[in-house]
């Protein structure tokens, strides 16, 4: 199933812009207060830290990603999900446009 | 006066991209139903045209704009708005990254 919308969200008007505009997201919290974010990941092959783990969920798209510590690309399309180990990296390869709400923790 | 954040929002998860990207947006409902985004330009010179009317809401960075008919360049910074005439259009110029809100209506 994929998440059109999410209601009740308070949203942060100003972006995160990374690698020059190859991703763009713009933040919101829930009513009770858990961070997330939607972006959307331009054609590139990026390398992502994470502080906290992450759920990477695609809503359009889809993306290949190889998570550290692995040599395998696996592909997320609309409705999967990968998840990324804190203090961690994952490299994300996009050829079309990758679509994402990303949860924290 | 900045808009930092928007509470109450239903947040459409899924992004569009204009330009290849030069301008990436996110729409968004009220709580009433009315409609709005918020959205990044990257640096461009770009040309939109409306449908309704808009109002372009600086939250950080800038743009120089020229409404359809005008010569003059004008320059838009955090905090401050312009006006967009409905079927009509405007170019905008971002030597930075525009981040925006804009308003229907």
Redesign the interface.
């Known amino acids: 199933m994929i998440?059109?919308?999410?209601?009740?969200?308070?949203?942060?008007?100003?972006?995160y812009?990374y690698f020059?505009?190859?991703c763009?997201s713009?933040s919101?919290t829930l009513p009770d207060g858990t961070a997330k974010s939607?972006?959307?990941i331009?054609p590139a092959t990026l390398t992502f830290n994470t502080g906290a783990p992450e759920i990477m969920e695609c809503?359009?798209g889809s993306c290949e990603y190889k998570l550290a510590g692995s040599d395998a690309w696996m592909t997320s399309g609309p409705g999967e999900r990968f998840h990324v180990p804190g203090n961690s990296s994952f490299e994300i390869r996009v050829r079309d446009?990758y679509?994402y709400?990303c949860h924290f923790g």
């Open positions: 998440t059109e919308s999410i209601p009740g969200v308070t949203l942060r008007t100003k972006a812009v020059d505009g190859k763009v713009h919101f939607v972006g959307v331009l809503v359009a446009v679509h709400i």
